[in-house]
């Protein structure tokens, strides 16, 4: 597998849909897409994927944080 490829980034679970969809929407903001970035020069290709992979992880966790806050509201 190599380093740029997407599946390094998104691990199997509930959550990996919407994961690899926040992927692409920050490859699409960048102007790429994910199929199109095994083409691209291998240390542009892994900087983007280390970008899209952190902004996934960012948006799941805000997404996760707001959930439990939802929860707290509602069961306290």
């Not at 980034?9 to 699409?28: I, N």
């Not at 970035?37 to 970008?51: C, D, G, W, Y």
């Amino acid at each position: 597998m190599s380093p740029i490829d997407s599946e390094n980034c998104v691990a199997a679970g509930p959550q990996s849909a919407l994961e690899r969809k926040y992927l692409e929407e920050y490859l699409q903001s960048k102007g790429h897409r994910l199929e199109e970035i095994k083409e691209l020069p291998k240390e542009e290709a892994k900087r983007l994927m280390t970008e899209a992979c952190t902004y996934a992880s960012y948006k799941l966790a805000e997404l996760e944080s707001r959930a439990k806050f939802r929860k707290k509201i509602h069961y306290t």
